[in-house]
């Protein structure tokens, strides 16, 4: 398996008009193009308090590279903070966890 990827995954936890989030991704498209990177797609799923979001670029990325770019982008800030904890851990399938809903105990 390996340690390069070419999506990110973006946690917003607030809900927002069409346009707003159109006004969001087309603004996260900036960055990343202002950062190097070409966006291929995005995704966006509905969540309990917001969006979940998977942008799909043309270059891999390093776990590192990964966390950084997201947090950048303004995914969920405690997220970004285990994120950055795990990207240099071993143990890869830790790495990045975004559920379309939280699973109950």
């Given amino acids: 398996m390996s340690d390069l990827t070419n999506i990110l ?3 917003i936890d607030v809900k927002v008009s ?3 989030l159109a006004l969001w991704v087309c603004t996260r498209k900036l960055l990343l193009k202002h950062l190097g990177y070409t966006c291929r797609d995005v ?7 917001g969006y979940h979001v998977w942008i799909h670029l043309n270059e891999q990325l ?3 590279e990964v966390a950084l770019v997201q947090f950048l982008l303004g995914d969920d800030h405690a997220r ?4 950055f904890m795990r990207a240099d851990l071993a143990c ?4 990045n966890i975004l559920f ?5 105990a």
């Avoid at 970004?80 to 994120?83: A, D, K, S, T």
């Avoid at 890869?92 to 790495?95: G, I, L, P, V």
């Avoid at 379309?100 to 109950?104: A, D, G, Q």
């Fill in 9 to 11: 995954k973006i946690d």
């Fill in 18 to 20: 069409r346009e707003e």
């Fill in 43 to 49: 995704k966006i799923t509905t969540s309990k308090k």
């Fill in 62 to 64: 390093t776990r590192y």
């Fill in 80 to 83: 970004c903070h285990f994120n």
């Fill in 92 to 95: 890869a399938n830790k790495f």
């Fill in 100 to 104: 379309n809903y939280k699973l109950e």
